[in-house]
């Protein structure tokens, strides 16, 4: 279970911290990733950590879309900007809708499964929702080889008479374990005046090989377009496996 902040008191500032309209040009990446395997045609869709649900708002005019998050703060979110979508309070790790899907879509959240336990957690998630030839993605922000040992963002949104300055530093505490510590302070200006909050969120990352034999061992045939563009901030990098069934 996730105790960042981020997903529960300071979730209603979710819209700032992460606004939907910067999700449009890595949809159009998803899209044309399950459409290129998929086929034509309006396919089913299984977002696992839906979150606020901006990345998946692009695409829900093709794809017929269930989704799953642990926060029911979040949830919100996603449930006024996608009502057509069909929401789940739910653990990605252990929930079983009893459907098949076409489509299975982990996006950033993927990001919250600490061990290689969790990991294959998540993805045997996946495996009990896929039909055969049903394709999986999952959006790690990094692997192992691509963490730059530190990393410091900043932004600043405006909705309203609230603005909010987002100051994130990423940072290895213990280069040999599968975690990575990520510190984020709030200044949250309302009605003209600033406070200020902070959060630790704690992210998993892992090594190409250990994605490829998990993802390969749970019964997919993973894409060899897969971590083919792995630089953060240029292109997102997608984990891409079809279920042999
Ligand atoms: C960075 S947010 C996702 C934001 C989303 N990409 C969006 O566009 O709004 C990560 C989400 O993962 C969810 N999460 C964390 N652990 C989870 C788990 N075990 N199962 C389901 N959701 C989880 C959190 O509640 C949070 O909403």
Not at 59 to 71: A, I, K, N, P, Y
Request: a negative charge; charged letters at 25%.
């Amino acid at each position: 279970m996730s105790h960042a902040r981020m997903y529960r008191d300071l979730a209603y500032l979710w819209p700032l911290v992460s606004p939907v309209e910067e999700y449009v040009e890595e949809a159009e990446v998803l899209r044309a990733a399950f459409k290129d395997r998929l086929g034509p045609g309006r396919h089913s869709l299984l977002d696992l950590g839906i979150g606020g649900g901006h990345h998946i708002a692009p695409l829900v005019g093709d794809f017929d879309v269930t989704g799953v998050d642990l926060s029911p703060e979040m949830l919100a979110h996603s449930k006024r900007l996608n009502p057509d979508v069909d929401h789940h309070v739910g653990d990605m790790r252990t929930i079983r809708l009893d459907r098949k899907f076409d489509a299975v879509l982990i996006h950033d959240s993927i990001g919250h499964m600490l061990t290689e336990n969790d990991l294959r957690a998540a993805v045997e998630t996946a495996v009990a929702h896929l039909r055969p030839g049903g394709v999986l993605i999952a959006c790690p922000d990094w692997c192992r080889e691509t963490f730059p040992d530190e990393h410091v963002t900043h932004s600043t949104n405006r909705r309203g008479d609230t603005s909010l300055t987002c100051i994130e530093y990423l940072y290895d505490p213990d280069p040999t374990d599968t975690t990575v510590e990520l510190l984020v302070f709030y200044l949250i200006r309302e009605n003209g005046h600033v406070r200020v909050e902070q959060d630790r969120l704690i992210v998993g990352i892992f090594p190409k090989q250990t994605w490829f034999e998990l993802v390969e061992q749970a019964g997919f045939d993973v894409d060899p377009q897969s971590f083919a563009s792995a630089k953060y901030g240029e292109e997102p990098v997608l984990l891409i496996g079809v279920f042999r069934g």
